[in-house]
């Protein structure tokens, strides 16, 4: 069983940056993902990254201020996101084991991480 643990979220003022990390308990040649799911809204995807980092994917709603990346001789995934705003407030989820289909469906991972809450004040 793969288990994934999300950390680096918190709080910062708007234009601020974060890095959020993902451990994995085991490399899996899968393609990986962060997914967010912010207050009375549903999850959405964010960003996709194959399993080796070779090919990514980003909501339009990031494109051009989060930078996902990976580093598999450490089990790891980051994301790191620059000019945060408000509306970036979230409960951010990493996401493992996609093989096939569309990046931004939730039911293509296998494995899902407990989030990591991200705060932005304006």
């Known amino acids: 069983q793969v288990q994934l643990v999300e950390s680096g979220g918190g709080l910062v003022q708007a234009g601020g940056s974060l890095r959020l990390s993902c451990s994995i308990s085991?490399?899996?040649?899968?393609?990986m993902a962060w997914f967010r799911q912010a207050p009375g809204k549903e999850r959405e995807f964010v960003v996709y990254?194959?399993?080796?980092?070779?090919?990514?994917h980003y909501a339009d709603s990031v494109k051009g201020r989060f930078t996902i990346s990976r580093d598999n001789t450490k089990n790891a995934v980051y994301l790191q996101m620059n000019s945060l705003q408000p509306e970036d407030t979230a409960v951010y989820y990493c996401?493992?084991?996609?093989?096939?289909?569309?990046?931004?469906?939730?039911?293509?991972?296998?494995?899902w991480g407990q989030g990591t809450q991200v705060t932005v004040s304006s």
């Open positions: 085991a490399f899996r040649r899968y393609g």
């Open positions: 990254i194959s399993w080796d980092g070779g090919s990514t």
């Open positions: 996401a493992s084991g996609y093989t096939s289909g569309p990046y931004s469906r939730e039911r293509e991972y296998a494995h």
